[in-house]
Nanobody, 114 residues
Framework: VQLQASGGGLVQPGGSLRLSCAAS????????MGWYRQAPGKQRELVAG???????DYADAVKGRFAISRDSAKNTVYLQMNSLKPADTAVYYC?????????WGQGTQVTVSS
């Protein structure tokens, strides 16, 4: 599966961004789609994910601020990020699990700074 991520950028604290990840296959054939992030000097961590059945889960640090969704017509998953904090600064990666194979998109930088 090929993934194309976009939507990162520089935003002030309290601001919002929406990340997009377009998949090369029908997203309903994908078992799990997730967004991960990696900050400098830290391990990559799961931020949010959605199953083929629509179940979502979130890291505690982003609950209530981030929302993952998908558009099946566009084979795209989104991560809406609100009330951003400097601690959200990281490279964000789209990831999918399909038929036991995990694929990664290229990262997109999110910087939260005044």
């Amino acid at each position: 599966v090929q993934l194309q991520a976009s939507g990162g950028g520089l935003v002030q604290p309290g601001g919002s961004l929406r990340l997009s990840c377009a998949a090369s296959v029908n997203i309903f054939s994908i078992n799990y789609m997730g967004w991960y992030r990696q900050a400098p000097g830290k391990q990559r961590e799961l931020v949010a994910g959605i199953t083929s059945g629509g179940r979502t889960d979130y890291a505690d640090a982003v609950k209530g601020r981030f929302a993952i969704s998908r558009d099946s017509a566009k084979n795209t998953v989104y991560l809406q990020m609100n009330s951003l904090k400097p601690a959200d600064t990281a490279v964000y990666y789209c990831n999918v699990l399909r038929n036991g194979i995990r694929s990664w998109g290229q990262g997109t930088q999110v910087t939260v700074s005044s």
